[in-house]
């Protein structure tokens, strides 16, 4: 019973804190029951079921292993990684366990780039790249690292790779759709009749269009939640004591990013918040220790 009301609380904050991913997963799947619709009519909630079930075990199973290759981390090889971030990630992660106490077992990873970043990937990963590395003094990196800790606890990862999933599978039903579209054109050219030509362009013109606006939609909705679980984060930082490193370490990446200038329509698909707003939370926070 114990291990049920565990597992009920991390099914809780992962729904709770990506309420956006889980509510466009299922317009995903409402619209690829609608795509397969015409060439599955008897089974066709069984189909895309099947489908869904079988790609979500796949990814969910193997996420880790499939997302550490997409983002090309690897195991702390040299003696130097492992003696530098090894020490660091430890102490962060007991420091949370006494707080969280369910937080599941998570192994530290490293990208090789020279880009100050580290990310959340799969159900048990952290990866911290290179240049975060020999940028960031051991003290912002724990505060990076906490705050990506906050990512596999609250399932943020996890909601991703179910939403990797979903538009995967839409995208993929999309062009089956749009290729079947083109064919039907293709045969009323070789027919040489018009109206059905103008039929179908009618067709894909308005599949082209639909298709572009829900892509858009999906894209600023999950952008939305993605900034709202950074936020998230960095109060989980602040909470387990990491507060303070995280803002230094924010400060040199605002510093690296200055006079990097993002469009209205960049800035709404953006899955960060502004890096000034995040400090000013953080600092907000901090200045109330004081009070």
Same mark, same amino acid.
């Given at each position: 019973?114990?291990?049920?009301?565990?597992?009920?609380?991390?099914?809780?904050?992962?729904?709770?804190?990506?309420?956006?991913?889980?509510?466009?997963?299922?317009?995903?799947?409402?619209?690829?029951?609608?795509?397969? *619709?015409? *060439? *599955?009519?008897?089974?066709?909630?069984?189909?895309?079921?099947?489908?869904?079930?079988?790609?979500?075990?796949?990814?969910?199973?193997?996420?880790?292993?499939?997302?550490?290759?997409?983002?090309?981390?690897?195991?702390?090889?040299?003696?130097?990684?492992?003696?530098?971030?090894?020490?660091?990630?430890?102490?962060?992660?007991?420091?949370?366990?006494?707080?969280?106490?369910?937080?599941?077992?998570?192994?530290?990873? +490293?990208?090789? &780039?020279?880009?100050?970043?580290?990310?959340?990937?799969?159900?048990?990963?952290?990866?911290?790249?290179?240049?975060?590395? =020999?940028?960031?003094?051991?003290?912002?990196?724990?505060?990076?690292?906490?705050?990506?800790?906050?990512?596999?606890?609250?399932?943020?990862?996890?909601?991703?790779?179910?939403?990797?999933?979903?538009?995967?599978?839409?995208? +993929?039903? &999309?062009? +089956?759709?749009?290729?079947?579209?083109?064919?039907?054109?293709?045969?009323?050219?070789?027919?040489?009749?018009?109206?059905?030509?103008?039929?179908?362009?009618?067709?894909?013109?308005?599949?082209?269009?639909?298709?572009?606006?829900?892509?858009?939609?999906?894209?600023?909705?999950?952008?939305?939640? &993605?900034?709202?679980?950074?936020?998230?984060?960095?109060?989980?930082?602040?909470?387990?004591?990491?507060?303070?490193?995280?803002? #230094?370490?924010?400060?040199?990446?605002?510093?690296?990013?200055?006079? #990097? #200038?993002?469009?209205?329509?960049?800035?709404?698909?953006?899955?960060?918040?502004?890096? &000034?707003?995040?400090?000013?939370?953080?600092?907000?926070?901090?200045?109330?220790?004081? =009070?």
């Amino acid at each position: 019973m114990k291990q049920f009301l565990k597992y009920a609380k991390r099914l809780f904050l992962i729904v709770k804190t990506n309420i956006f991913y889980i509510i466009w997963f299922f317009i995903y799947f409402n619209y690829s029951l609608t795509f397969s *619709f015409p *060439f *599955f009519r008897e089974n066709t909630l069984l189909f895309c079921a099947i489908i869904y079930a079988i790609s979500l075990t796949v990814a969910l199973g193997a996420g880790d292993i499939i997302f550490r290759l997409l983002e090309g981390a690897r195991p702390l090889e040299t003696k130097r990684e492992k003696e530098y971030l090894t020490p660091i990630f430890e102490e962060v992660y007991q420091n949370a366990k006494e707080i969280y106490s369910d937080l599941p077992k998570i192994k530290l990873y +490293i990208v090789d &780039s020279l880009t100050v970043n580290a990310v959340a990937i799969g159900n048990h990963t952290i990866a911290v790249t290179q240049g975060a590395m =020999e940028t960031l003094t051991a003290d912002e990196l724990s505060g990076v690292i906490a705050h990506e800790i906050s990512h596999v606890y609250y399932g943020d990862t996890k909601a991703v790779i179910v939403n990797t999933i979903g538009n995967g599978i839409f995208t +993929i039903l &999309s062009v +089956i759709v749009k290729l079947i579209v083109r064919g039907m054109e293709f045969i009323a050219m070789t027919l040489e009749s018009h109206i059905l030509q103008a039929v179908f362009n009618f067709i894909r013109l308005i599949l082209e269009i639909w298709l572009f606006c829900m892509l858009w939609l999906g894209s600023f909705i999950l952008s939305f939640n &993605s900034r709202g679980n950074e936020f998230k984060a960095d109060k989980f930082a602040y909470e387990v004591g990491y507060g303070e490193q995280l803002t #230094q370490a924010l400060y040199i990446i605002q510093k690296m990013s200055l006079g #990097q #200038q993002m469009k209205i329509v960049a800035k709404m698909q953006s899955s960060h918040p502004r890096t &000034s707003k995040r400090i000013g939370r953080l600092e907000d926070l901090t200045d109330r220790d004081f =009070e």
